[in-house]
């Protein structure tokens, strides 16, 4: 006979389930619906922005390369605040839906021809709205992992934001792959294919705000006793100003090296190492992949030997590793070896990606966790992530792109000194508190 306890625990278990799948699946939402702004808007472009019309020329320039990074330390503060008020289940929930808004808007607008300027217009405020959206989900999303997570299993289960992150990424490739090679033709894909990716981000969207409308709150949001005036406030923040230097320290290396490898490296491969769009293509989708399945691994090893400690692992590799890699990749012709170089790179990387967010959420209290991660993360991104291109271009066009492979260098030493001074959040973790 199986004991009664057993039979309780089982609505529970099937809860905590669909609560760590609904922390999750936002990301590979989000991140597929950010991505496939990037992979078709060679085939959008000319819908919003004619070449003759200067306005939107600069509407364009803005839209694409400024408006989304510039607005997600927007989103940190804002959805942090609102996570550390009224929830981390409400903040996600929110977070979704106003990327689905985005997806839909940019799904539904008319073109250029047809309303104008302010077809561009409506296109930059999606994309603004979309920013807001990622800007929020990573803090509030590491915030409810971690704190939904048993205390040994924090690293596992913080690395399943990244694996989420990256196949939103994949699926987006492989429908730009799908698109291109067996249902439509360049110019269907121009004249109104390129809307498909944009109305399946926003029927992904709906299911995983159903997802997270199920969601449990956690039992640290919901046990908090302090006052709603010092509850996910920019004031209560500044108490915490050494923890906030921490998460951007640590968070440069990092993200540099994340858009450099994720993003940046397509046309690395083709402008730089001179490989063909398709190859390109085929070593970026094979890198990500092993890159996403190594996340859970890195993550139980973090656990085990300790978080600090594989923080420092990771720096002191990505130190030494970082320039021979990047060097060796923009000499090299062969696929093969393209791909176990990248693949090597993000190995090493997903060392701290795995472990990053619950890192991060270890240093603040409850009532003001989910700012404390969003805010002080999305702007080391948008300062170092989202320029980690142009200063890429910029030593290229200098025609010194190995001073490129030094200023990534240099941005991880900086954060392998943040992770060796930082306290052991697993021994000082304000996750108890």
């Known amino acids: 006979m199986i004991p009664a306890s057993v039979h309780d625990q089982k609505p529970a278990i099937r809860n905590h389930i669909k609560s760590v799948i609904g922390g999750s699946i936002g990301n590979l939402v989000e991140w597929y619906d950010w991505y496939v702004y990037s992979v078709f808007a060679l085939y959008f472009a000319g819908t919003f922005f004619p070449k003759e ?63 104008g300027i302010a077809a561009p217009v409506i296109l930059v405020l999606a994309r603004m709205l979309q920013g807001l959206s990622i800007g929020g989900e990573y803090g509030t999303a590491a915030t409810y992992l971690s704190e939904i997570a048993p205390p040994n299993r924090r690293g596992l289960y913080s690395s399943f934001q990244y694996v989420t992150s990256i196949m939103g990424q994949l699926v ?12 439509l033709t360049p110019q269907q894909l121009a004249d109104w294919g390129w809307r498909i990716p944009f109305g399946l981000g926003a029927v992904l969207a709906l299911s995983a705000i159903y997802l997270r ?36 320290g640590f968070t440069i290396g990092l993200t540099v090296s994340f858009y450099t490898l994720t993003t940046y490296v397509q046309k690395f491969l083709v402008n730089t190492a001179g490989f063909s769009k398709n190859e ?44 021979p890699i990047l060097n060796t990749l923009s000499h090299t012709h062969q696929v093969w070896i393209a791909t176990i170089l990248i693949i090597a790179a993000l190995l090493i990387l997903s060392l701290s990606t795995s472990i990053s967010a619950i890192i991060k959420a270890e240093l603040f209290p409850v009532n003001v966790r989910s700012l404390g991660v969003s805010f002080p993360y999305a702007l080391a991104v948008a300062l170092f992530g989202g320029t980690a291109e142009y200063v890429a271009l910029w030593f290229k066009k200098l025609e010194y792109s190995s001073g490129f492979y030094w200023y990534i260098t240099g941005c991880i030493a900086v954060s392998l000194l943040v992770s060796i001074i930082m306290p052991n959040t697993e021994k000082h973790s304000k996750m108890q508190e």
């Open 280 to 323: 390109s293509t085929l070593i970026t989708i094979v890198s990500l992949l092993v890159f996403m399945l190594a996340q859970p691994l890195a993550g139980l090893l973090g656990d085990y030997i300790g978080r600090k400690r594989l923080m420092i692992i990771y720096g002191v590799l990505a130190l030494v590793t970082t320039f």
């Open 53 to 115: 019309d200067e306005t939107a020329q600069l509407l364009n320039t803005a839209g694409i390369f400024a408006i989304g990074f510039l607005m997600r330390p927007v989103g940190g503060w804002l959805m942090g605040t609102y996570a550390d008020r009224k929830g981390r289940k409400a903040a996600l929930t929110l977070s979704v839906f106003m990327m689905s808004g985005g997806s839909l808007l940019i799904t539904l607008v008319p073109g250029y021809n047809h309303i």
């Open 213 to 248: 409308r199920s969601m449990i709150e956690t039992e640290s949001f919901t046990h908090e006793t302090v006052a709603e005036q010092a509850r996910g406030t920019l004031r209560e923040l500044r108490k915490y100003k050494r923890e906030v230097a921490i998460i951007i």
């Open 172 to 183: 987006a490739l492989g429908i730009l792959l799908v698109l291109q090679r067996w249902l």
